[in-house]
């Protein structure tokens, strides 16, 4: 179980200040069975209900962050694309964020500036508390548990708005966040993706 010293984190400085990648890749597009549409009106964001873009996306961060690529944070949401909070592997004291946009646009590093639950001084050894090995989550399931969900929802014009996660541990919080026109039903999933609840 993950100690509760780190609450939260920041990412300061633009991205046009923080070494930002313009390179593209593609990694699919958005499905709309599944996933809410860009509220900004660009594409449909793939890393909400396709595992495998999310994945691609890691290796592609991975390659600039350095590896092993452990994290902090990671979410996905309809306007931004993927953000993940990287601990650097060379100094574990440091995170960074890094975005993948819905086009594929790879942004990062930015530093994050990261704050004690308990006002102590911010460690590496707390750092290395909180990090996790991000494949450890099942994002392979990703697509089928976006199914699922929409279904034990019970409203069929459901879909996909933002997910995130803090960890793997029994302990750690996994939400995938849906919205209808009528509610915004939450299905609360651990690191296999398997849905343990819905809340509305």
């Not at 609450?7 to 923080?18: D, G, I, P």
């Not at 102590?120 to 976006?146: H, S, Y």
């Not at 929409?150 to 793997?168: C, H, N, Q």
Request: hydrophobic share 40%.
């Amino acid at each position: 179980m993950k100690s509760a010293s780190i609450l939260l984190a920041f990412a300061f400085a633009l991205a046009a200040c923080s070494g930002s990648s313009t390179g593209r890749n593609s990694y699919g597009s958005g499905d709309p069975n599944l996933a809410a549409p860009n509220l900004g009106g660009g594409p449909i964001d793939p890393f909400l209900t396709d595992g495998q873009a999310v994945l691609r996306a890691f290796d592609a961060i991975a390659a600039h962050s350095g590896r092993p690529m452990r994290v902090i944070s990671l979410s996905a949401d309809r306007v931004n694309g993927l953000m993940v909070d990287v601990q650097e592997p060379k100094n574990h004291i440091n995170v960074d964020h890094y975005l993948v946009a819905p086009d594929g646009t790879l942004s990062g590093p930015t530093p994050v500036k990261m704050m004690s639950m308990d006002s102590g001084p911010i460690t590496a050894e707390k750092i290395d508390q909180e990090a996790f090995d991000p494949k450890a989550i099942a994002f392979a399931r990703l697509t089928q548990t976006a199914r699922d969900a929409i279904a034990l929802s019970k409203y069929p014009d459901a879909r996909v708005t933002e997910w995130e996660f803090s960890g793997t541990g029994p302990d750690d919080r996994e939400f995938i966040y849906l919205e209808s026109s009528r509610a915004r039903p939450v299905a609360v999933v651990n690191s296999q993706l398997k849905i343990l609840r819905m809340q509305f």
